[in-house]
């Protein structure tokens, strides 16, 4: 079965860090581009940060440019997000999303990925 697990979040204070992962089983993701979207209350989902199957290429939301950091460790199969310098406007669940035939140049775009997590809370608050 085709599964991704989120997980990491949690509750922190402005200006505070949290590593997200995403976690695959069922598959590899070696020949899987992946990206993390956002959804925040009375929001649309929202593409954050995607990474190309081999990690050669990055893209990120200008929102998080400089703050946010996407990897991944294909060996354990996992995807990561180094979120630093937390604001409160990133509170939200966050999703990991895969698929093997991102177009990379949309690769932000909700409707590229076919395989998706249950998302996991990240809540900046003081």
């Known amino acids: 079965q085709v599964q991704l697990v989120e997980s990491g979040g949690g509750l922190v204070q402005p200006g505070g860090s949290l590593r997200l992962s995403c976690a695959a089983s069922?598959?590899?993701?070696?020949?899987?581009?992946i990206a993390w979207f956002r959804q925040a209350p009375g929001k649309e989902r929202e593409g954050v940060a995607c990474?190309?199957?081999?990690?050669?290429?990055?893209n990120y939301a200008d929102s998080v440019k400089g703050r946010f950091t996407i990897s991944r460790d294909n060996a354990k199969n996992v995807v990561y997000l180094q979120m630093n310098s937390l604001k409160p406007e990133d509170t939200a669940i966050y999703y990991c999303a895969a698929d093997p035939s991102v177009r990379f140049r949309l690769c932000q775009i909700r409707d590229e990925y076919d395989y998706w997590g249950q998302g996991t809370q990240v809540t900046v608050s003081s």
């Open positions: 990474i190309s199957s081999r990690g050669g290429s990055t």
């Open positions: 069922g598959f590899t993701l070696n020949y899987y581009a």
